[in-house]
């Protein structure tokens, strides 16, 4: 990352611009960029990690503007710089001071740890669910609908996606009912809504695909036109 931002850093960036999308009347009077650099700025107050607002104004303007030189201190600069610091004040109002996030990456680590301890070691160390549930969660903070869900149910959706992949199953409990390890981990749990979370984890792979597809048959066309 050009911010080398923390990635509790970034899912709380996401997850300050999802929260104030949904709370804000009107977003057609904001700059969602400029509302997106915010969210970065004051993700790294939340999570106490130091992201100087020189280095947000500078990656965001290489961000939408590329090749661009970083700004030079002057009115332009610190127009930008005024900028972003309102568009932070207008945020915090937008989410009424409430800007607590209760991130899933909290309960997954604690539901990981478990497992390890049920599947043994040896056995845990030959599958990468850890790492793979940890992907799902992070890039699940780039649908908006995250923030609809409790954290819980987020981690445990997460988790049974990567051991679907790698075809792991859990010892001594159930598939179903209150000896299932979901419904150990997450007493509200939820079937339909599990099935809706893992359902919106995949969509994002597949219109991530859909946009590859896209580019790579704009490039060819552009090849087969060419001189």
């Keep these: 990352m050009k911010l080398d931002a923390q990635p509790m850093t970034i899912s709380t960036a996401a997850m300050l611009l999802h929260k104030f999308r949904t709370a804000s009347t009107d977003q057609k009077e904001y700059d969602i960029y400029l509302i997106a650099a915010a969210s970065i700025y004051l993700a790294g107050k939340i999570e106490s990690q130091l992201i100087k607002i020189r280095d947000v104004i500078n990656v965001t303007r290489a961000t939408l503007h590329r090749n661009s030189l970083p700004l030079e201190l002057g009115d332009s600069y610190w127009a930008v710089r005024e900028s972003i610091v309102q568009a932070e004040l207008l945020v915090i109002r937008v989410l009424k001071f409430d800007v607590t ?127």
């Excluded at 030959?126 to 992070?138: D, E, H, L």
């Design 101 to 227: 996030i209760y991130h899933p990456q909290k309960f997954l680590v604690h539901y990981l740890k478990t497992l390890e301890e049920w599947m043994g070691v040896e056995e845990w160390t030959k599958i990468p669910v850890a790492r793979t549930s940890w992907a799902f969660v992070q890039d699940f903070h780039h649908d908006s609908s995250i923030i609809n869900y409790p954290p819980q149910a987020v981690a445990v959706a997460a988790i049974e996606l990567a051991m679907s992949a790698f075809g792991c199953t859990v010892p001594l409990c159930t598939p179903e009912g209150k000896n299932s390890w979901q419904m150990i981990f997450h007493s509200n749990f939820n079937r339909n809504e599990h099935g809706e979370i893992m359902t919106k984890i995949l969509n994002l792979y597949e219109h991530e695909l859909n946009i590859l597809r896209e580019t790579l048959f704009q490039v060819s066309m552009k090849d087969t036109k060419a001189p």
